[in-house]
């Protein structure tokens, strides 16, 4: 599979893994039942499974990797950031007032980890 069609497939990915997100968001703000779904529960897992596997893949084909370039280190950092707040805000947050915390907070590492992704740059300035 050629350099361009993984690049695609990885930014179709982020895409599909955020706005699946944001829509888990909303629901769990209006404490929708919709979030108690089959799919809601295993999709998440499938896009992520696949841009996870298409980051990795870019990252051999373009001879990279997080030990040696910093923006990549800042990447996965952020990513592992993302996690943990998208879990909170969507699971583990105790009170509606922390999962709104961490939902915004999400936000703000998503989009970090979308510009050092277009910046190769992890100070952004």
């Given at each position: 599979m050629s350099y361009a069609a993984i690049?695609?497939?990885h930014i179709g990915s982020v895409i599909v893994s955020y706005?699946?997100?944001s829509l888990r968001s909303i629901w769990m703000l209006q404490e929708s039942a919709a979030m108690q779904r089959r799919w809601v529960k295993v999709m998440p897992h499938v896009v992520d499974?696949?841009?996870l596997?298409?980051?990795i893949t870019l990252a051999i084909r373009i001879h990279q990797d997080?030990?040696?370039d910093s923006w990549l280190s800042a990447k996965v950092g952020g990513l592992l950031l993302y996690i943990v707040l998208g879990?909170?805000?969507l699971k583990y947050g105790k009170t509606r007032k922390t999962r709104i915390r961490a939902l915004i907070a999400a936000q703000a590492v998503f989009?970090?980890?979308v510009l050092v992704?277009?910046?190769k740059n992890p100070l952004l300035f």
């Open positions: 690049k695609m497939i706005l699946l997100f499974t696949v841009l596997a298409s980051a997080p030990i040696h879990m909170m805000a989009l970090y980890i992704a277009l910046t």
